[in-house]
């Protein structure tokens, strides 16, 4: 669909408008210029009074093709916070076009105009000024949020109180994520760090010796600057991917090197394919103790892993799943995607059936996304997938499903290009959630990360102000291909270092 869009008055917002309108159409053009080949033409004139405390925006649609005509106007006041009135002219803009778009397509927006990442954030940021009604009334009224979205977010932020009580009060302590960026074989929708491991023993030698060097000078740093650990993860890639053998030394460096271990609330190991999980592997994180581990079979379909290309059998999740609590592992997660190429509802309820025999402690239920650097969005024409009217009763009946077998919905994120713009929800049963997915997702604690792909995600004190808080938080990835992270890591966990000792108000060398 092309939009010409009209702006009128102050304020840009063409990111915003771009945004709203790619929630209701697959292909959106968005042109500023007058363009007689756009079917949708969009005026937005926005507005303040004299005393500059009220912003209004009024949004006219044109259909160029049929005629139709739709308006909206949105009165907003400016917030004590609203910089140069950016906030207001930015939320009273999505409001008007969402309005018009939503009477001209039909289309319910069950995120209203909430396009971001942490829809959590947000409700815990309001939670912290708020009672829970007054925040629900601001996430209905203000950003149009339908009310089973707005019950799905004030379930999940008071589970997250009730798991972390302390949720905002763990700066002194941080969480690790260890990238271990190798897999059997790539899979089709994946973007992650993820090398076939198969011949490269020689790359994984190199890339495990600059991992245990990360280890043990970020074990070296948290002694001296008092840190302590949190939780630690697991991911990748396949983390057991690599040997019995190679994983124990890991565990036996993180061991020595960092502080305090007998405090961390919980270790994970994302197990994810279970072509690579042996009795041998499972020996050793039990030795290492080990919580958490996930296996994910994202279908019980065999075809659908055949197109995706996961080369592993249906047989060998339910065999793994077995063999790993046979051997005591009480506490599994297991990944499903919805609307997988070629699956609608039939196959959907194979998996959940599957799934109830199985009753894994927690499920993370992923709605498929069409990220750009995946094979599956490169060659998007020959993957079917379902339309988006049943990707959200798809949606629905797995959140009915996970109720009737006792799990809650305890973290939840979105992504861009999701399909049926929906999100991707974590369930668990009580007492087994995750806290490093609480974490990591709120962006309430440092994340530090180790190894390939890892991203640290580190939090700068807290400035406070009358509306509550802002704080910086500084990105640093670790190189994502292993030939580069082999020959630069020592120059990273320098940076790395220097970034974590300005945030943590220590002079620093980077490295002694
Ligand atoms: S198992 Fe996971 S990380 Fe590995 S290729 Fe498949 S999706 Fe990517």
């Known amino acids: 669909m092309k939009i010409q869009f009209e702006r009128v008055g102050f304020g840009e917002q063409a990111t915003e408008m771009f945004h709203i309108g790619k929630l209701f159409f697959e292909d959106v053009e968005a042109v500023y210029e007058p363009a007689d080949d756009a079917r949708l033409h969009i005026k937005v004139t926005v507005t303040a009074d004299e005393a500059m405390r009220t912003i209004t925006a009024e949004v006219l649609l ?111 302590e941080v969480s690790i994520y260890i990238g271990i960026p190798f897999c059997p074989t790539k899979c089709a929708y994946c973007t992650f760090p993820a090398y076939d491991i198969r011949g490269n023993n020689g790359s994984v030698e190199a890339f495990l010796e600059g991992l245990h060097y990360e280890i043990r000078e970020m074990g070296r740093w948290m002694r001296e600057a008092d840190v302590t650990i949190t939780t630690i993860y697991w991911g990748g890639g396949t983390p057991t991917s690599i040997t019995a053998d190679q994983m124990d030394a890991l565990f036996n460096t993180m061991q020595e090197a960092f502080p305090a271990m007998e405090g961390v609330r919980e270790l994970t190991v994302e197990a994810g394919r279970p072509d690579t999980i042996t009795e041998d592997k499972i020996n050793v994180m039990k030795k290492w103790k080990v919580d958490r581990i996930s296996i994910n079979p994202q279908s019980f379909t065999q075809a659908t892993l055949d197109t995706i290309g996961r080369h592993h059998t249906v047989t060998e999740t339910l065999d793994k799943f077995k063999l790993s609590r046979e051997m005591g592992m009480n506490n599994i997660n297991m990944d499903l995607i919805i609307g997988l190429p070629n699956e609608g509802m039939t196959e959907l309820q194979r998996t959940l059936d599957q799934t109830a025999e199985l009753l894994p402690e927690s499920l993370t239920v992923h709605t498929l996304s069409f990220k750009r650097a995946s094979r599956m969005t490169k060659n998007k024409d020959d993957y079917e997938v379902a339309e988006r009217d049943e990707i959200t009763d798809m949606i629905r009946t797995t959140a009915e499903w996970t109720e009737r077998h006792g799990y809650v919905p305890y973290y939840m994120y979105r992504q861009k290009n999701i399909l049926g713009n929906q999100e991707n929800v974590g369930y668990s049963l009580v007492g087994y959630e995750s806290l490093y997915n609480i974490l990591m997702m709120e962006e309430r604690q440092t994340i530090i990360g180790l190894g390939c792909g890892a991203v640290s995600k580190v939090l700068f004190p807290k400035v406070e102000h009358e509306d509550g808080y802002e704080q910086r938080i500084e990105r640093f990835p670790n190189p994502k291909e292993p030939a580069v992270y082999n020959k630069a890591y020592k120059e990273y966990i320098v940076k790395k270092i220097s970034l974590l000792d300005e945030a943590y108000g220590r002079v620093t060398t980077g490295q002694s």
């Open 62 to 172: 044109t259909d160029r093709d049929t005629g139709a005509v739709h308006k909206s106007r949105h009165e907003r006041a400016i917030g004590a916070r609203d910089e140069g009135h950016k906030r207001a002219v930015k939320r009273s803009v999505g409001y008007g076009l969402l309005q018009v778009l939503r009477e001209y397509t039909g289309i319910e927006q069950a995120w209203g105009t909430l396009t971001g990442v942490r829809p959590t954030k947000l409700m815990h940021n309001l939670m912290m000024k708020h009672g829970m009604e007054h925040c629900k009334q601001v996430l209905r009224d203000e950003y149009l949020v339908t009310e089973p979205k707005v019950e799905l977010l004030s379930g999940i932020a008071e589970r997250q109180l009730k798991v972390i009580p302390d949720l905002f009060r763990l700066d002194r």
